[in-house]
């Protein structure tokens, strides 16, 4: 299967900074089968990025996504309190899908 | 607007089998495929399976001789059962909508999810 490994693990930065999130993937496939996802306790996932950089209905501007290879990246160009949350990627391109492990982004 | 509501029993035995039932309310199943996604506490999003509106499935391979996925389009329900339960299935769980999109490329995307159903095993 495809091990997707996100990095950093936790990142914490302040209102109004450049958020960069980091998912590699163990093998290629298509990168139109990459997704991410905004993770916030006590509700469910929701789609943010899908086919690696085309926002989903109703997402802010700020986030963005990119591809190069099997590296993704997912940018939040001004981080607002309400993107408290963890981030997953997610590719759907070879079964099974799979999840990255996340990454927790902290507003101080 | 179509919106997925989750129920199912919470807290098990190890050896029992888990149950949980997702309806799909103002829509159809057809024409998608319907997954189920689960969240250990404190670890990551896994993928258990998926089914299409004709009943054809996928599951992982590190819970396929246990997980049985189905679907009721009379009723508008897809079904999750996991058989022989042990405390590392204490997760919660989620039923997801996975649509195709076409433009700018064929992407599949989880765009509905169910409000998700904790489930405890434990003796």
Redesign the interface.
């Given at each position: 299967?495809i091990v997707l490994t996100q990095s950093p693990g936790t990142l914490s930065l302040s209102p109004g900074e450049r958020a960069t999130l980091s998912c590699r993937a163990s093998q290629s496939f298509?990168t139109?089968?990459l997704?991410w996802?905004q993770?916030k306790p006590g509700q469910?996932?929701?789609?943010l990025i899908?086919?690696a950089s085309?926002r989903?209905t109703g997402i802010p501007d700020r986030f963005s996504g990119s591809a190069s290879g099997t590296d993704f990246t997912l940018t939040i160009s001004r981080l607002e309190p309400e993107d408290c949350a963890?981030y997953?990627c997610?590719q759907?391109g070879r079964?099974?899908?799979?999840?990255?492990?996340?990454t927790k982004v902290e507003i101080k | 607007q179509v919106q997925l509501q989750q129920w199912g029993a919470g807290l098990l035995k190890p050896s029992e089998t888990l149950s949980l039932t997702c309806a799909v309310y103002g829509g159809s199943l057809s024409h998608f495929y319907w997954?189920w996604i689960r969240q250990p506490p404190g670890?990551?999003?896994?993928?258990i399976g998926?089914i299409s509106h004709s009943g054809s499935t996928?599951?992982?391979?590190s819970l396929k001789s246990r997980v049985t996925i189905s679907v009721d389009t009379s009723r508008e329900h897809l079904s999750l059962n996991v058989s022989s339960v042990t405390a590392a299935d204490t997760a919660v769980y989620?039923c997801?909508r996975?649509t195709t999109?076409t433009t700018?490329?064929?992407?599949?995307?989880?765009?509905l999810?169910?409000?998700?159903t904790t489930v405890a095993v434990s003796s």
């Open positions: 299967e298509r139109s089968y997704a996802y993770h469910a996932p929701r789609l899908y086919g085309s989903a963890v997953y997610q759907s079964s099974p899908t799979t999840f990255g492990q996340g | 997954t670890k990551g999003l896994e993928w998926e996928s599951y992982n391979p989620y997801a996975q999109v700018p490329h064929t992407s599949y995307i989880l765009d999810w169910g409000q998700g």
